[in-house]
């Protein structure tokens, strides 16, 4: 197996090095780079130019208005991305949903949400966990009740990312609640968040950013033409998003440019009078860590070169997502580490926009403890990491 990039690949890596030098707004990738807070519009301009170009379905095929890009050629764009400072393109309407309604849904719900994804009309969020539901997604209790041609939904699902800015939300409900195994009695649905009854509530997380929320559902009536899928068949719907999920939170491209900037703080910051990168014992967690990732970008590769050849990932996903959650943090973590007294104070008001106060320590020291609280969050979500594990003993050893 051959794993270096072909001409081709690396004439398309040129080609995407040119459109972020022209077309990602400069502002957005110093915001990016520094750590700061990204509004809407900041999302929104940076999907815009995308969609302009034609490459904001970049996992979409042609047919629907997509890329049609390999494997391979979505791996250089996401790292060259990271690279330059740009956002990472939300996953809800693109990544998620999308590739759920190409796969189950009606001629008639591609035809309309499609373009609308690709065009921005619509934002979308998810709505799979619950407060007594998250890594055991099945155990999930908001209902849904057939009421002519209404779905009569009432519950409440949690950790909503972005909720507050989104126009639709996909929703797991529990259309049967006599189902012999919890996951049979489960659909998949498309609620308009402007339907009278949901009420969204956020929750301010420990670096003071409103990033999730709770959203309620008091008897919303949903048209059944929004189910995606047959009734009661949605944990099928479900496992095919997540397993797109999980790939997408393994994030190489950004682990590369998490670590360049690690190397950056370790040259600056002093130990005894010299670089903290001198030191041995830092040197060495910093070796491991590049290490791991050097790893984990040859085995992506490898899964990628797979799928390329007409294979499909198993769960390959889901080693993906528990190795790259794991380097994720750790990087987060020596980067916490390296900084010493100027991680510890934290500044909210330091992430946003337009902030002229008095920074504590470098510039580059205003994000980090926030960074590191963040990705604390990226081995539950996406499934569980121990859940992960679980995945990989029953489809790989059979246990």
């Not at 934290?346 to 609280?373: C, H, K, M, T």
């Amino acid at each position: 197996m051959d794993l270096n990039f072909t001409p081709a690949e690396q004439a398309f890596r040129d080609e995407v090095r040119a459109f972020l030098k022209s077309d990602l707004p400069a502002d957005v990738a110093a915001k990016v780079k520094g750590g700061r807070r990204l509004t809407r519009d900041d999302h929104i301009r940076w999907m815009t130019a995308l969609s302009k170009r034609g490459w904001l379905g970049v996992n979409w095929p042609t047919e629907h208005g997509g890329t049609g890009w390999s494997p391979v050629q979505r791996h250089i764009f996401e790292e060259e991305c990271a690279a330059a400072g740009g956002p990472r393109i939300l996953a809800f309407g693109v990544s998620m949903v999308a590739p759920v309604i190409m796969k189950f849904g009606t001629e008639e719900q591609k035809a309309h949400y499609l373009p609308r994804i690709l065009d921005l009309t619509d934002w979308w969020c998810q709505g799979y966990s619950e407060p007594g539901a998250g890594s055991d997604l099945a155990s999930l209790k908001t209902r849904a009740v057939r009421d002519g041609d209404h779905y009569v939904v009432t519950g409440q699902k949690t950790w909503t990312t972005l909720g507050q800015h989104a126009d639709w939300i996909f929703c797991l409900v529990r259309t049967d609640p006599q189902a012999a195994k919890p996951q049979q009695g489960i659909s998949f649905l498309l609620i308009d968040m402007k339907t009278p009854g949901i009420t969204v509530r956020p929750i301010i997380l420990l670096d003071g950013e409103h990033e999730v929320n709770e959203v309620f559902f008091d008897d919303v009536r949903v048209p059944v033409g929004n189910r995606v899928g047959e009734e009661n068949q949605g944990w099928t719907c479900a496992k095919y998003l997540l397993t797109h999920e999980r790939t997408n939170i393994a994030g190489i491209g950004l682990s590369k440019e998490a670590l360049r900037h690690l190397k950056t703080i370790a040259h600056d910051q002093l130990k005894g009078g010299r670089p903290l990168i001198e030191d041995p014992i830092f040197r060495a967690r910093l070796a491991q860590i590049e290490i791991d990732l050097m790893a984990l970008e040859m085995t992506n590769l490898r899964v990628l070169a797979d799928v390329q050849a007409g294979g499909a990932p198993g769960a390959e996903s889901s080693i993906l997502k528990i190795k790259g959650t794991e380097i994720r943090q750790a990087i987060t973590d020596l980067t916490r580490r390296a900084l010493g007294p100027y991680a510890l104070p934290f500044q909210s008001e330091a992430l946003d926009g337009g902030f002229n106060g008095e920074p504590i320590g470098p510039d580059y020291a205003a994000p980090v403890a926030a960074n590191y609280f963040n990705m604390r969050k990226l081995s539950i979500f996406g499934g569980s990491n121990e859940i992960q594990k679980n995945i990989i003993a029953k489809a790989s050893l059979g246990l």
